[in-house]
């Protein structure tokens, strides 16, 4: 049987870490790895790990001695809980070493900060891609913020000076204004956040709120991982409500910023935005008072001008109607007589028309015939009446002879004589008594007598 | 004071309270109209500042300062 070499464990190791001594020369590397886990005492211990393709292809203990790790978590600052810590990807510079009990580890020296900001930064750019690519960029922002916001769902860790501030700075407004806030408590910060964070959101009622806030307090760029989560931004781009964040610094801005409504600095300048809308939205409307109550006095001042234009209207307006009823009455009679007279002129005229007419029709034959026959009978009578008249001026002058002879004159000349009594004519002897005095006239003088006998009147 | 609508809103009270400006300066109401629509933007303006606040005292004391 062949003589078999046996060696210790101790001087295979020893073989292994001089050949490892011999190929790096003590020497250090930048190596890339994931923290599988990590324990943090006065040195740290890590299990690093390397993925690929969601299967592990590569494991080795890593350690940080404690010289190391003062220097590390000074020089990282306040991100060296985002980076010593499970899951994270460091850039770090790391010797091997070969322990004889403990094996192989990477001593690590130095870790480098800027790989995890600009892997930070890388994957912010790869989820606001996304995000576009989703169209769900900008959604949130075209959504109208109400001009007053005032009911409000609060996604915030109660019990953080975040939480406190904003609430004080709402409670406490030197406006007076109210405002009703509903709390979403959610971690902000820590492997859960993200996911808290989203199921915040998932239960706020939209119909109930006038706007979702979200806040934390200050941090390092790395605490704000869980606002640039991918499932975080997608549910905010589609709240039906606007979404306004205040959290982070000027120069964190994480993609939950991006794509909310309007981003703050801070808690704090979230709830003075809030606070300044409503007193914009205030003191609009007492413009619109002053506005309306400006023009309510123009209004009335128009119209008192209006009012007695009317009045002076009403006062003048009769007399000058009778002034023109009057003109109207003048110019109507004008041409009235205008038109009687015209009138008349236009019935002549048509008169002398048919006169004319008259003169030359054929029948005025018969007309004339009549007419010379009229002439005839007229000349016959004028005759007739004339040797009337003769005749009667005969009698009448026959009539005259007898008068002129039968005159008291001529029949006093003839030898008659008149005998009155007291003045009257005596006709009958029986009106008379003896001793009545007579009055006899002749045709030259008169004589006195008394009657002596009276003889009555004898018949034949 | 008059009650408002139910479903009043700043937004709704905002725009009635514009359209109200717009009318009277554009001459657009009789007057008849004018007292109507004045104290209609009151009650408008008296629902916001109560809103806002919430407490009758202070939107009391707010109306006795504009004078309504």
Known sequence: ?460 | MKKVEENLTYEKAYAELERIMRDLQDDKVSVDELTGKVKRAVVLITFCNDMLRSTEAEVGALVKKLGI
């Open chain 1, 1 to 460: 049987m062949e003589e078999r070499k046996i060696y210790t464990l101790r001087q295979v190791g020893t073989a292994i870490k001089q050949r490892i001594e011999e190929a790096t020369h003590g020497a250090s590397f930048w190596i890339k790895a994931e923290i599988a886990s990590i324990n943090v005492g006065r040195h740290a211990y890590l299990e690093l790990v390397q993925h690929q393709d969601g299967e592990k292809v590569a494991v080795m203990r890593g350690a940080i001695w404690m010289t190391a790790l003062n220097r590390i978590r000074e020089e990282l600052g306040n991100e060296s809980r985002n980076i010593l810590k499970d899951g994270v990807e460091i850039l770090f510079l790391a010797k091997t070493n070969y322990h004889l009990v403990y094996g192989l580890s990477l001593v690590i020296e130095a870790i480098d900060l800027s790989f995890n900001i600009s892997e930070l930064e890388r994957r912010k750019r790869e989820t606001i891609a996304k995000l576009k690519e989703e169209g769900l960029y900008d959604r949130n922002r075209f959504i109208p913020l109400p001009m007053v916001v005032q009911r409000i769902a609060l996604v915030a860790s109660k019990g953080t000076a975040a939480y406190a501030d904003f609430m004080k700075h709402l409670e406490h407004n030197e406006h007076g204004y109210l405002f009703h806030v509903h709390l979403f408590n959610s971690a902000v910060q820590g492997a859960t956040a993200a996911q808290e964070l989203c199921a915040a959101l998932a239960s706020i009622d939209p119909d109930r709120f006038d706007a979702v806030v979200l806040i934390r307090g200050g941090g390092s760029k790395l605490d704000l991982e869980p606002y640039n989560d991918l499932d975080l931004a997608r549910m905010a781009a589609q709240m039906r409500i606007p979404v306004l964040t205040g959290i982070g610094h000027d120069v964190d801005i994480s993609v939950l910023d991006l794509i909310a409504h309007g981003h703050h600095k801070t808690p704090t300048a979230v709830a003075d935005f809030i606070v300044d809308r409503m007193l914009y939205f205030e003191t609009g409307m007492m413009g619109m008072l002053i506005h309306i109550h400006n023009a309510m006095l123009t209004s009335f001042s128009d119209r008192k001008d209006q009012l007695s234009t009317f009045k002076e209207m009403v006062a003048m307006r009769p007399t000058a109607l009778c002034r023109a009823q009057r003109g109207n009455l003048h110019t109507y009679t004008g041409q009235f007589a205008r038109s009687i007279t015209d009138r008349i002129a236009t019935s002549s005229k048509m008169l002398d028309a048919h006169g004319r007419d008259l003169a030359v029709l054929p029948r005025n034959k018969l007309i004339l015939l009549e007419a010379a026959r009229i002439r005839e009978q007229s000349t016959a009578l004028s005759g007739i009446a004339q040797r009337g008249f003769q005749l009667l001026l005969g009698k009448l002058q026959g009539m005259d002879d007898a008068v002129q002879f039968l005159s008291p004159e001529k029949l006093l000349q003839r030898g008659f004589s008149i005998t009155r009594k007291d003045g009257c004519a005596v006709k009958d002897a029986s009106n008379l008594q003896p001793g009545d005095q007579l009055e006899t006239t002749f045709a030259q003088g008169k004589a006195w007598s008394t009657i002596n006998t009276i003889v009555p009147h004898e018949k034949g």
